[in-house]
């Protein structure tokens, strides 16, 4: 590939010609207009970008980015972007999934893209809810729900999505929501500089089939004593005037919240993504409780570890530093090689 | 002693013992010492999918069957002149598959009362007549194994296990093998442990030595080089001699090969491999499941890449999907499939032809694919080629039915010049092809290969999406037009069914055939063997045998409808058959077997002998 010309690409550069199909209010248009505005600062090439998604409504969001994209099928975006993103080590390859194409049908593809800590940007939209097929519950929905296909309630107790990447030992975990572009762009600068996987879960409102889902994170009455927002190096408070605080009691294995005033200023939890042991992150993934008070956003997590696609392209490296032939003698020598014998 | 010298025209030996004794190395052993004598070889491993069953047991009887001849053959032999049993287990699963008057070697430290019992032996075979229409040659193969040893620095354990080198030394004695290569391999694959070098040089001389001194093998053979094409050859097996085809495709493409695969019997192979192949810059990804390495590896062709996957029946059911996509997003993937005896785990170690409706039909709404199929173990290395040339050109999945018998049997292989080898250069889309010299229609087709371009992310001013929703024509946006479908779904079989692909030819020395054997993949051989035999006897018979079944030559109707019958044999219930009467109204009559093993040439011979009758 010829060296990138530096242009300086707006967000305009980033929208595609396609006509965006998504349902009027929903949440994806939110997401697609903060990327399409936060690409540019990258300064990566368009032609070097590519979006890779599954199936789904969030799926659709390659069409709409003026970059190289794949809609591929459901559930396997994570395992596609893979194979592109080993064997092409210059691009920025972005997988854009959902809660039910990540979770339910591919979540074999998520948790080995983590493990392998592939050099992936993957954006989960979850908005717990099946939107595309009209309605079913989801593997993020809560217990109990009422849905389509749960008119009794859905039996099945949902998954979290940052536990579980962080039970696969994800390198880079945050999650962000739709309707905050500020944060939403913070999070996503911070994937985008991480080198291996990051995923990042992101609180996305479907109002046709499961309207106000988030509604207590976003609501200005309730949203500042429901979201923890974690930064790096500062203690963990929230609420007004940092009411509340993340602590780690003595005995326990994880993190709860208390009042401020209940506690000495030190036993407050400095936050620190770069804790090796994905123990801490994950405990701070279980802080929610089922009405979504204690959500935090932002990164929880962000370790340096070997990409697998470096330490491919090392051996590759590695293998082909010996070779002196060219790839016609190279071959000819191994097609004769072992025991041969020449008739006259 | 002076011994008696018999010159031989053919030899089949079939080395037979329990999973543990050794027996596919003693066979791949004497099978390369064969080669470097020049004779003409075919070779059938055949194994049990248990790494070890109960030592002494059926079940665990593993053996390694070699067929040599001073003529160039096509088959590993229908029947052992010389079956090596190592234990009662091998003896009674490999009796009844030998001809009476056979040599049988057994190693009779083996037949205890234990091991008789282990497989229901009252009395054993060697003490009661059971064994009279054979030649038995009881031979102490361990203890004289361990005699040989006993100055040796090495376990008890050590000198047992390297009984399989006496039985070889014995073997390659009889036959007047040149034993040179042996010693080399064991200083190779002993490099570490010099003492067990010794040990297994020593068990070999020391069968080679029982060979010339024991008055119980009066005679030894002789099987005269065959006359072959001059050149360089080695001897492989079919899954080795793929994994070349594909590094070959590489380097005559200038892509990069990335290999996704998930362990599967018997494909594995070709994943061990490539995987040793970096230096030719083939990418080597053990994924998570079947579907993964197939989705990898087409996300490794949209990025430039020749995509590959390997695997067997049950995996090709799994990447269904994925080869769905590609045909949709029209870029080029190789699936390669190792057939074995299904459905679901079947027996993995055994052959079948089964897959071919698979190959041709298994996907959802109109998703043709080409199909194309190696006829023996070195044919492997240009079916590869072949597959690679189809998918780069055309822009298509293309699946590449091996099966287990090509896989793992071996043979001579006249090594190719590699300028010779077919030119698989490719020409990546550089610049829009739109009428406005600024648009790029991602669908827009190569007038004469209906291919698109080949567009990868990288190239500046052609950034595109593609995806699985249907596309129109030209642009490649989203599109429910019904005439656009109907369009799309016409164009993409029309560019599988028009890809050009050679003539089949017929084989008819005598010219006045009236009953065409029609075939593909693997039973080549002994279709080729059984029309040999029906010659022999004065009859004539015509063999032809497709490699592309997808699409099929354009003169394939014409050739069937000049015979007055036309028989298919199969190692299913008659799936080309099925195809061949469908496209071209031909009454062909299907002969079938599925018993995990290839046809052998008598049974062929016979049943082409009653249908020639009926002409």
Known sequence: ?344 | MTKQIRQLDRVVIRFAGDSGDGMQLTGDRFTSETAQLGNDISTLPNFPAEIRAPAGTLPGVSSFQVHFADYDILTPGDAPNVLVAMNPAALKANLADLPRGADIIVNTDEFTKRNLAKVGYQTSPLDDDSLAGYVVHPVALTSMTVGALAAHQVSKKDAERSKNMFALGLLSWMYSRPYESTLRFLERKFAARPELVAANVAAFKAGWNFGETTEDFAVRYEVKPAKMKPGTYRNITGNAALSLGLVAAGVRSGLPVFLGAYPITPASDILHELSKHKRFGVITVQAEDEIAAVGAALGASYGGSLGVTTTSGPGVALKSETISLAVALELPLVIVDVQRAGPSTGMPTKTEQADLNMALYGRHGEAPVAVIAPRSPSDCFFAALEAARIALTYRTPVILLSDNYVANGSEPWLLPDVESLPDLRVEFATKPNGDDGTTFLPYLRDPETLARPWAIPGTAGLEHRIGGLEKADKTGDISYDPANHDFMVRTRAARIETIPVPDIEVEDPDGDARVLVLGWGSTYGPIGAACRGVRQRGLSIAQAHLRHLAPMPANLGEVLRSYDKVVIPEMNLGQLAHVIRARYLVDAISYNQVRGLPFTAAELETTLEEVLKNV
């Open chain 1, 1 to 344: 590939m010829s060296e990138p010309v530096a242009v300086k690409l707006t967000a305009k550069d980033f929208k595609s010609d396609q006509e965006v199909r998504w349902c009027p209010g929903c949440g994806d248009y939110a997401i697609l207009a903060a990327i399409q505005q936060f690409m540019p600062e990258l300064n990566i090439p368009r032609e070097r970008t590519v979006f890779v998604s599954g199936i789904g409504c969030s799926s659709r969001f390659p069409y709409y980015m003026n970059t190289y994209g794949m809609h591929s099928i459901h559930g396997r975006a994570p395992a596609i972007a893979t194979g592109l993103s080993v064997s092409r080590p210059d691009l920025s390859v972005w997988v854009v999934t959902g809660d039910g194409d990540a979770l339910s049908i591919g979540g074999n593809h998520l948790i080995h893209a983590l493990r392998r800590n592939v050099n992936l940007k993957i954006l989960l939209f979850n908005n717990r809810i099946y939107g595309l097929t009209k309605g079913q519950y989801s593997p993020t929905s809560e217990v109990g729900k009422i849905t389509k296909s749960t008119p009794a309630g859905s039996a099945d107790a949902p998954f979290n999505p940052l536990s579980l990447a962080l039970g696969a030992e994800a390198s880079f975990v945050g999650r962000t929501i739709d309707s905050d572009r500020k944060h939403l762009q913070s999070v996503l600068r911070a994937a985008a500089e991480h080198e291996g996987s990051a995923f990042v879960e992101i609180y996305q409102n479907c109002n046709i089939f499961n309207d106000g889902a988030f509604e207590q994170l976003k609501d200005p009455s309730t949203r500042d004593n429901y979201l923890i927002r974690l930064e790096h190096g500062q203690p963990i408070t929230f609420g007004a005037d940092g009411q509340f605080c993340v602590v780690h009691p003595p005995g326990g294995f994880g993190l709860e919240v208390r009042d401020t005033n209940s506690v000495r200023p030190e036993e407050i939890v400095v936050h620190d993504a770069t804790v090796t042991d994905p123990a801490y992150a994950f405990a701070l993934s279980r802080l929610p409780g089922l009405d979504l008070r204690n959500t935090p956003i932002g990164v929880f997590r962000s370790v340096d570890r070997p990409s697998y696609d470096s330490v491919v392209q090392a051996q590759l490296a590695a293998a082909k530093a010996k070779v002196t032939e060219t790839p016609e003698q190279q071959l000819a020598g191994l097609l004769g090689s072992g025991d041969t014998w020449t008739i006259i």
